[in-house]
C-alpha cells in the first residue's frame, strides 16, 4: 500500500492542499541567514560610533541651549562623512544585490500532477523536484526517478569532474545537472542543506580593520581618553568657579574637538575615491577598506575551480593513429557537433575541430559519457561515417581494442604534464549498444583512431596578475577540492616553478596545530582540500602573523572567506560567497586587482600625509588648550574650531587624498614617523601661537572696559579670532611640508623603484 502511495506521489507530486499543509507544519523553507548587511545595519554601524554618540550629544545640548549655529558647524564635518559612507556601502549593496537578482535560480517541481516553475523558498519537505541538463539543483534529497543523471559539484567540493548520480542517490543544494534528466524528492530545503549549514557560518558580518585602520582607531582612543580627562576637570572648574552652564557646553564642545573625528572623513573621502577609480575597471568594492587592505597582503590564497580557471577546457594536442591529422580533426569535429548532451570535453572538441566538421548525419543511437564508464559513444548508419565511434579514457577503452593496437608514449607523456587525456575509437559495423545499469557494453576490436590532450582554461589575466603578485613578495597558496596533481599541472601552466611542495587533505588531517604551521608555510598546492580544511588553512596563515587575501567562488569558499583579512569574490559565484567578500571581481576578470593594489598604496601614503595634518593640528590645539586655560581663559569658541578643522584639514585633506601617490613607503613605523613629525611642529606652533594671543589680550585687557560677559566680549573673544587666524595659515602652510610640490612629472624616486609602478 505504501508503494502504491509513493508511485502515486512520484507521478503527480504534491497537492496544492498537502503543501498549504506542510507550510503549516512549518516544512517549508527556510532561508540561511543573509550573509551581507542590511540598510538598517550600515546606517547604525556608521552613525552610532563612540565619538559621533558623543559629539551629537553635546550638539544637542547646545540646540537645547539656543546655540544653533554652533552646533550647526559643530556636526557639520561629521555629517558629511557619514554621507560618504552612506552612500558607497548603499551603493555596493544595491549591485550585489542586483548581481543576486540577476543569478536567482528558478526551481521545477512536480505539483497536482504538471510541472510548475517556482521560486526556492517555496519549495516543501516532500515536493517531487524535477532536474534537466543546466538546472541548478536547490534542494537536498535523494533520486527517485528512473535515469541517470551528471552532476557538477564544484561550487559545493571544489571537485571539477561530474559525478554520476543514480535511483537513491543524494542530490545537493548548490549543484548543477550537467546531462540527463530525473526526479529527486525534498528532505533538506533552506538552511537545512548541506550548502545551508555552510552558508549560515557566514551569516556574521565580519568587520576586518586594516593596519592603518587599528593605527588610527589607537590615537582615537588615546585622544578620546584625553578629552574625557580635561572634560572631567572643566566640569569641577564650572563648579568651583561657578562657569555658566551655555559656557561649559561650549567649552566642552572645544575640548571633544580633539578628538580629530575628521579622520574618519578623510579616510572615507580616501577610499570612495578609490573605489570611484575602480568602479570602471570591474570591481565592486563592498567594503571601505578593501582596497587599502589589497595593499598589506603577503599571501594570496586562491581556488582553482572558476577562479583561476573558467570551467571550461581546452584542446592542446592530437596525436592520429593511422590516419592523417586532418582527418582526425574533421571526425572528432562531426562527432562533437552530434554529442547531444553537451559537456566542457564536447565543448572543447567541437570549438577547435568546428570549421571540419560535417553536420546533419543521421545518428542510430547515443549513450552519453558517465563518470562510471568514462566514455561516450555515437553509432551513425550514414556511409560518411558508418560505425561506432567511442571517446574516453584509455583504460577504460584499451581492453576493446584490436589486438597489439600501438598507441606510443603520446598519453603518458601528456598525463606527466598533467594534462586530462582520452583516446578516440572506432568500430566499422554499426552495431547497437547495450546498456545496463548505467554501463555499456562495447564491441572487441575497436580501432584507434587517435588520442587527445585537454587542459583547463585559465582566465587570461591570472597570469600576468599573479606574477605580479609574485614579484611584490607576495606568497601565491592554491588551494582546492581536485587532485593534486591536476592542481600542480594548473601551477606550472601558471609560470611556478617545478619543485612546489604538495599536501593533500588526508595528510593536513592528521597534522596537529603546531606541525600545520610549519608545513602550510612550505606547501604552495592543497588538493582534496574540503570546505573546513580551507578555514583552517586561513587560520594558521594569520596566526603565523601573515596577512591574507582569499579568492573564491563557490560555497566551499565561504568560510575561508570570512577567515580572511581580505575576501574576494568571482561575481559568477555563488551569492554566499559575494556575501561575505570585501571585494567582488565584475565580469570574473583579474585585471583590476593590479589597480587595486596600486589605489591602496594611494591611500595608505596619502592617508600618512593626512595624519601628520591632523596630529600636528590635535597637539598643537590641546598644547593651547591647557597653556591658555592655565594663565586664565579660554582659546576658542565652538565654531572658531570648527573652522580651523575646516580649512587647516578639511580642505587640505581632501586635495591630498586625491593627489597621493602609489608605492611603498619606508619601512619604518607609522607612529615613529608622526611623532618625528608632529612633536617639533605642535611645539613651535604651540610657542608662537602662545605668543599671538598674548600680544592680542593684554593690549585689549588694558584698553577694552570690563565685559559684562568676557567670555563673549571684550578682550578673549578678539584674542581667540587672532588666535584661530593664525593657526588657519599655519595650517595651511604646513601642507607644503607634509607634501613638498615637485615638478611636473616627477614622481617620488623611492616609491617608483619599490613600488608597484616598477612594474
Given at each position: 500500500?505504501?508503494?502504491?502511495?509513493?508511485?502515486?506521489?512520484?507521478?503527480?507530486?504534491?497537492?496544492?492542499?498537502?503543501?498549504?499543509?506542510?507550510?503549516?507544519?512549518?516544512?517549508?523553507?527556510?532561508?540561511?541567514?543573509?550573509?551581507?548587511?542590511?540598510?538598517?545595519?550600515?546606517?547604525?554601524?556608521?552613525?552610532?560610533?563612540?565619538?559621533?554618540?558623543?559629539?551629537?550629544?553635546?550638539?544637542?545640548?547646545?540646540?537645547?541651549?539656543?546655540?544653533?549655529?554652533?552646533?550647526?558647524?559643530?556636526?557639520?564635518?561629521?555629517?558629511?562623512?557619514?554621507?560618504?559612507?552612506?552612500?558607497?556601502?548603499?551603493?555596493?549593496?544595491?549591485?550585489?544585490?542586483?548581481?543576486?537578482?540577476?543569478?536567482?535560480?528558478?526551481?521545477?517541481?512536480?505539483?497536482?500532477?504538471?510541472?510548475?516553475?517556482?521560486?526556492?523558498?517555496?519549495?516543501?519537505?516532500?515536493?517531487?523536484?524535477?532536474?534537466?541538463?543546466?538546472?541548478?539543483?536547490?534542494?537536498?534529497?535523494?533520486?527517485?526517478?528512473?535515469?541517470?543523471?551528471?552532476?557538477?559539484?564544484?561550487?559545493?567540493?571544489?571537485?571539477?569532474?561530474?559525478?554520476?548520480?543514480?535511483?537513491?542517490?543524494?542530490?545537493?543544494?548548490?549543484?548543477?545537472?550537467?546531462?540527463?534528466?530525473?526526479?529527486?524528492?525534498?528532505?533538506?530545503?533552506?538552511?537545512?542543506?548541506?550548502?545551508?549549514?555552510?552558508?549560515?557560518?557566514?551569516?556574521?558580518?565580519?568587520?576586518?580593520?586594516?593596519?592603518?585602520?587599528?593605527?588610527?582607531?589607537?590615537?582615537?582612543?588615546?585622544?578620546?581618553?584625553?578629552?574625557?580627562?580635561?572634560?572631567?576637570?572643566?566640569?569641577?572648574?564650572?563648579?568651583?568657579?561657578?562657569?555658566?552652564?551655555?559656557?561649559?557646553?561650549?567649552?566642552?564642545?572645544?575640548?571633544?574637538?580633539?578628538v580629530p573625528n575628521g579622520l574618519f572623513l578623510s579616510i572615507s573621502v580616501a577610499y570612495a575615491l578609490g573605489a570611484v577609480r575602480l568602479a570602471g575597471k570591474g570591481a565592486l568594492v563592498q567594503k571601505f577598506n578593501a582596497i587599502e587592505s589589497l595593499s598589506?597582503?603577503?599571501?594570496?590564497?586562491?581556488?582553482?575551480?572558476?577562479?583561476?580557471?573558467?570551467?571550461?577546457?581546452?584542446?592542446?594536442?592530437?596525436?592520429?593513429?593511422?590516419?592523417?591529422?586532418?582527418?582526425?580533426?574533421?571526425?572528432?569535429?562531426?562527432?562533437?557537433?552530434?554529442?547531444?548532451?553537451?559537456?566542457?570535453?564536447?565543448?572543447?572538441?567541437?570549438?577547435?575541430?568546428?570549421?571540419?566538421?560535417?553536420?546533419?548525419?543521421?545518428?542510430?543511437?547515443?549513450?552519453?559519457?558517465?563518470?562510471?564508464?568514462?566514455?561516450?559513444?555515437?553509432?551513425?548508419?550514414?556511409?560518411?561515417?558508418?560505425?561506432?565511434?567511442?571517446?574516453?579514457?584509455?583504460?577504460?577503452?584499451?581492453?576493446?581494442?584490436?589486438?597489439?593496437?600501438?598507441?606510443?608514449?603520446?598519453?603518458?607523456?601528456?598525463?606527466?604534464?598533467?594534462?586530462?587525456?582520452?583516446?578516440?575509437?572506432?568500430?566499422?559495423?554499426?552495431?547497437?549498444?547495450?546498456?545496463?545499469?548505467?554501463?555499456?557494453?562495447?564491441?572487441?576490436?575497436?580501432?584507434?583512431?587517435?588520442?587527445?590532450?585537454?587542459?583547463?582554461?585559465?582566465?587570461?589575466?591570472?597570469?600576468?596578475?599573479?606574477?605580479?603578485?609574485?614579484?611584490?613578495?607576495?606568497?601565491?597558496?592554491?588551494?582546492?577540492?581536485?587532485?593534486?596533481?591536476?592542481?600542480?599541472?594548473?601551477?606550472?601552466?601558471?609560470?611556478?616553478?617545478?619543485?612546489?611542495?604538495?599536501?593533500?587533505?588526508?595528510?593536513?588531517?592528521?597534522?596537529?596545530?603546531?606541525?600545520?604551521?610549519?608545513?602550510?608555510?612550505?606547501?604552495?598546492?592543497?588538493?582534496?582540500?574540503?570546505?573546513?580544511?580551507?578555514?583552517?588553512?586561513?587560520?594558521?596563515?594569520?596566526?603565523?602573523?601573515?596577512?591574507?587575501?582569499?579568492?573564491?567562488?563557490?560555497?566551499?569558499?565561504?568560510?575561508?572567506?570570512?577567515?580572511?583579512?581580505?575576501?574576494?569574490?568571482?561575481?559568477?559565484?555563488?551569492?554566499?560567497?559575494?556575501?561575505?567578500?570585501?571585494?567582488?571581481?565584475?565580469?570574473?576578470?583579474?585585471?583590476?586587482?593590479?589597480?587595486?593594489?596600486?589605489?591602496?598604496?594611494?591611500?595608505?601614503?596619502?592617508?600618512?600625509?593626512?595624519?601628520?595634518?591632523?596630529?600636528?593640528?590635535?597637539?598643537?590645539?590641546?598644547?593651547?588648550?591647557?597653556?591658555?586655560?592655565?594663565?586664565?581663559?579660554?582659546?576658542?569658541?565652538?565654531?572658531?574650531?570648527?573652522?580651523?578643522?575646516?580649512?587647516?584639514?578639511?580642505?587640505?585633506?581632501?586635495?591630498?587624498?586625491?593627489?597621493?601617490?602609489?608605492?611603498?613607503?619606508?619601512?619604518?613605523?607609522?607612529?615613529?614617523?608622526?611623532?618625528?613629525?608632529?612633536?617639533?611642529?605642535?611645539?613651535?606652533?604651540?610657542?608662537?601661537?602662545?605668543?599671538?594671543?598674548?600680544?592680542?589680550?593684554?593690549?585689549?585687557?588694558?584698553?577694552?572696559?570690563?565685559?559684562?560677559?568676557?567670555?563673549?566680549?571684550?578682550?578673549?573673544?578678539?584674542?581667540?579670532?587672532?588666535?584661530?587666524?593664525?593657526?588657519?595659515?599655519?595650517?595651511?602652510?604646513?601642507?607644503?611640508?607634509?607634501?613638498?610640490?615637485?615638478?611636473?612629472?616627477?614622481?617620488?624616486?623611492?616609491?617608483?623603484?619599490?613600488?608597484?609602478?616598477?612594474?
Amino acid at each position: 500500500m505504501k508503494s502504491q502511495q509513493n508511485q502515486t506521489l512520484l507521478m503527480r507530486g504534491l497537492s496544492t492542499h498537502e503543501v498549504e499543509e506542510r507550510r503549516a507544519q512549518g516544512l517549508g523553507c527556510v532561508p540561511p541567514p543573509p550573509t551581507g548587511r542590511s540598510y538598517i545595519r550600515i546606517i547604525r554601524e556608521n552613525v552610532f560610533n563612540t565619538v559621533n554618540t558623543i559629539l551629537f550629544s553635546i550638539a544637542l545640548a547646545l540646540v537645547l541651549l539656543g546655540q544653533y549655529l554652533d552646533a550647526l558647524i559643530s556636526v557639520g564635518v561629521v555629517s558629511f562623512n557619514l554621507v560618504i559612507s552612506l552612500f558607497q556601502e548603499i551603493r555596493a549593496k544595491r549591485t550585489l544585490d542586483h548581481i543576486a537578482l540577476l543569478t536567482r535560480p528558478h526551481a521545477v517541481v512536480l505539483r497536482d500532477g504538471r510541472e510548475q516553475q517556482i521560486h526556492p523558498e517555496s519549495v516543501v519537505v516532500d515536493d517531487i523536484m524535477v532536474v534537466h541538463p543546466g538546472d541548478q539543483i536547490v534542494v537536498d534529497g535523494p533520486i527517485v526517478g528512473e535515469g541517470c543523471v551528471e552532476v557538477d559539484e564544484s561550487l559545493l567540493t571544489g571537485e571539477t569532474d561530474p559525478i554520476s548520480k543514480g535511483k537513491g542517490d543524494r542530490l545537493y543544494a548548490g549543484t548543477f545537472c550537467v546531462t540527463g534528466r530525473t526526479l529527486y524528492r525534498a528532505d533538506k530545503i533552506g538552511i537545512q542543506s548541506v550548502a545551508g549549514n555552510l552558508t549560515a557560518g557566514a551569516r556574521a558580518y565580519r568587520d576586518m580593520a586594516t593596519p592603518l585602520q587599528r593605527e588610527i582607531a589607537l590615537i582615537i582612543r588615546v585622544l578620546l581618553l584625553i578629552a574625557l580627562f580635561l572634560e572631567t576637570l572643566l566640569i569641577a572648574a564650572s563648579v568651583v568657579s561657578t562657569i555658566p552652564l551655555v559656557e561649559t557646553v561650549r567649552m566642552a564642545m572645544v575640548i571633544i574637538g580633539i578628538v580629530p573625528n575628521g579622520l574618519f572623513l578623510s579616510i572615507s573621502v580616501a577610499y570612495a575615491l578609490g573605489a570611484v577609480r575602480l568602479a570602471g575597471k570591474g570591481a565592486l568594492v563592498q567594503k571601505f577598506n578593501a582596497i587599502e587592505s589589497l595593499s598589506h597582503v603577503d599571501i594570496l590564497c586562491t581556488d582553482k575551480t572558476g577562479t583561476l580557471t573558467t570551467n571550461e577546457l581546452e584542446l592542446t594536442a592530437l596525436h592520429p593513429y593511422a590516419i592523417d591529422e586532418d582527418m582526425l580533426r574533421e571526425l572528432l569535429g562531426t562527432y562533437s557537433m552530434h554529442v547531444s548532451s553537451q559537456n566542457a570535453t564536447s565543448n572543447a572538441i567541437r570549438v577547435a575541430c568546428q570549421e571540419q566538421a560535417r553536420p546533419g548525419l543521421p545518428v542510430r543511437q547515443e549513450i552519453a559519457f558517465s563518470s562510471a564508464r568514462k566514455w561516450s559513444a555515437l553509432v551513425f548508419g550514414d556511409t560518411v561515417m558508418q560505425g561506432v565511434y567511442v571517446l574516453g579514457a584509455p583504460e577504460m577503452l584499451q581492453p576493446f581494442l584490436i589486438p597489439d593496437a600501438a598507441l606510443g608514449t603520446f598519453m603518458e607523456t601528456e598525463r606527466e604534464k598533467g594534462l586530462r587525456v582520452l583516446l578516440f575509437a572506432r568500430y566499422p559495423e554499426p552495431v547497437f549498444l547495450q546498456t545496463q545499469d548505467a554501463g555499456g557494453t562495447l564491441p572487441a576490436g575497436l580501432i584507434p583512431l587517435g588520442a587527445l590532450s585537454l587542459r583547463d582554461t585559465i582566465r587570461p589575466e591570472a597570469r600576468e596578475t599573479l606574477a605580479q603578485f609574485m614579484a611584490l613578495g607576495v606568497q601565491l597558496k592554491i588551494i582546492s577540492g581536485d587532485h593534486p596533481q591536476t592542481v600542480t599541472a594548473l601551477a606550472l601552466q601558471l609560470g611556478l616553478h617545478d619543485k612546489i611542495k604538495v599536501m593533500t587533505g588526508t595528510e593536513l588531517e592528521q597534522l596537529d596545530d603546531a606541525q600545520l604551521a610549519q608545513r602550510a608555510e612550505e606547501t604552495t598546492i592543497f588538493g582534496r582540500i574540503t570546505p573546513h580544511q580551507k578555514e583552517r588553512l586561513i587560520k594558521t596563515f594569520r596566526q603565523n602573523n601573515h596577512y591574507i587575501a582569499m579568492i573564491g567562488d563557490g560555497v566551499n569558499d565561504v568560510l575561508s572567506l570570512k577567515q580572511a583579512n581580505l575576501g574576494i569574490a568571482m561575481q559568477s559565484g555563488s551569492q554566499a560567497t559575494r556575501g561575505v567578500a570585501d571585494l567582488v571581481l565584475l565580469n570574473d576578470t583579474f585585471a583590476s586587482l593590479p589597480s587595486a593594489v596600486h589605489e591602496g598604496q594611494r591611500i595608505r601614503n596619502g592617508m600618512q600625509d593626512i595624519l601628520k595634518l591632523f596630529l600636528a593640528r590635535v597637539s598643537s590645539v590641546t598644547l593651547l588648550l591647557v597653556a591658555i586655560t592655565f594663565i586664565g581663559g579660554f582659546p576658542f569658541q565652538p565654531r572658531q574650531t570648527s573652522l580651523l578643522t575646516f580649512f587647516t584639514v578639511g580642505i587640505p585633506t581632501l586635495a591630498l587624498a586625491y593627489w597621493a601617490r602609489p608605492g611603498h613607503t619606508a619601512g619604518q613605523s607609522l607612529i615613529r614617523s608622526l611623532v618625528r613629525f608632529v612633536m617639533p611642529v605642535s611645539l613651535i606652533t604651540c610657542l608662537i601661537a602662545l605668543g599671538v594671543y598674548l600680544a592680542v589680550l593684554i593690549p585689549a585687557t588694558l584698553t577694552f572696559p570690563v565685559p559684562t560677559n568676557p567670555y563673549r566680549e571684550g578682550a578673549i573673544p578678539l584674542a581667540q579670532t587672532a588666535l584661530t587666524v593664525f593657526l588657519v595659515l599655519c595650517g595651511l602652510l604646513l601642507v607644503l611640508f607634509v607634501e613638498p610640490p615637485t615638478a611636473p612629472g616627477q614622481v617620488n624616486q623611492e616609491r617608483i623603484t619599490t613600488g608597484f609602478l616598477h612594474y
